[in-house]
Every structure is written in structure tokens, then in C-alpha cells.
Nanobody, 128 residues
Framework: QVQLVESGGGLVQAGGSLRLSCAAS????????MAWFRQAPGKEREFVSV????????YYSDSVKGRFTVSRDNVGNTIFLQMNSLKPEDTAIYYC?????????????????????WGQGTQVTVSS
């Protein structure tokens, strides 16, 4: 059973930065697709970013492109989300997700149903 643990959330002023981490254990997820999603109060969970095997192929939602950067460590067990130029609308619970599926499914990887495992989430609050 894969377990994901996020950390790094907190309170920051608009324009500031935070770095989230997600550590995977207990399974083979370290070699596969991992992603970040977020959910604001009263809204559906939405895609933020995905990183594929090897860490060279990444994608972002339009709302964070150019401000957020996803990366993974050399082993592949941990991914990071560097968030710069934060805005109040970035306020949400941020979730890490992974899947046991093999392959490079770009479009599908941007949907919540693609993922088998989820972390507990970490709160990010951006004040104006």
C-alpha cells in the first residue's frame, strides 16, 4: 500500500513563496507518475501539476504556469512543488497523488480519477 505524506504548507503574504514536499513510501509509486492537485473551500479538486517518470516531463495548469515548478528527487520517492508569486486565489488544501498505472498518459493524468493514492493534504493560505 502506497502512502503519501505532504508537508510545507503554511501562511504567506501575496507575492511570497512556499515549497511543498510529498514523500512516497510502501510501494512502486516512486518510479511513476506523481501529481499535485488543490481544493479550495466550496470548489472541486483541481489539477495543478504532474511529473512523469524520470522527472524531465512536467505539465501545469494555466493558472500556475510560470509561477510553480514541480520536481522530484533522484530516487523518485519525493516530489516538490516550488510556488512563487503566490496569490490569494492559490489558497487551498494541496494534495499529492500517485498511481500504479504504467505509461505516459498526459491528458488523463490531469484528472483526479487517474490516481489510486492520495495524501492527506497540506493547507496553503495566501493573505492579501
Amino acid at each position: 500500500q502506497v502512502q503519501l505524506v505532504e508537508s510545507g504548507g503554511g501562511l504567506v503574504q501575496a507575492g511570497g513563496s512556499l515549497r511543498l514536499s510529498c514523500a512516497a513510501s510502501g510501494g512502486a509509486s516512486s518510479a511513476g507518475t506523481m501529481a499535485w492537485f488543490r481544493q479550495a473551500p466550496g470548489k472541486e479538486r483541481e489539477f495543478v501539476s504532474v511529473i512523469f517518470r524520470g522527472g524531465d516531463d512536467t505539465y501545469y495548469s494555466d493558472s500556475v504556469k510560470g509561477r510553480f515548478t514541480v520536481s522530484r528527487d533522484n530516487v523518485g520517492n519525493t516530489i516538490f512543488l516550488q510556488m512563487n508569486s503566490l496569490k490569494p486565489e492559490d489558497t487551498a488544501i494541496y494534495y499529492c497523488a500517485t498511481t500504479s498505472r504504467a505509461g505516459h498518459w498526459i491528458v488523463a493524468s490531469m484528472t483526479t480519477r487517474f490516481y489510486d493514492y492520495w495524501g492527506q493534504g497540506t493547507q496553503v493560505t495566501v493573505s492579501s
